[in-house]
């Protein structure tokens, strides 16, 4: 049987999302060979 799925909604990413997207990213570090970064690092080193 399908599934349906709702919408999905793409936004610009805001301040707010910085920890939530640092912590991701370490997630890819840490369990994946996906990203080059081999270390990582805080919200802060990420800012733009």
């Known amino acids: 049987m399908?599934?349906?799925h709702?919408?999905?909604q793409v936004r610009a990413?805001?301040?707010a999302d910085l920890q939530a997207l640092t912590d991701l990213h370490h997630s890819y570090i840490?369990?994946?060979c996906i990203t080059f970064d081999?270390?990582?690092f805080t919200a802060e080193q990420r800012r733009p």
Request: charged letters at 40%; aromatic letters at 0%.
């Open 2 to 4: 399908p599934v349906e």
């Open 6 to 8: 709702g919408e999905v």
């Open 13 to 15: 990413a805001v301040e």
């Open 30 to 32: 840490r369990e994946t």
């Open 38 to 40: 081999t270390e990582p």
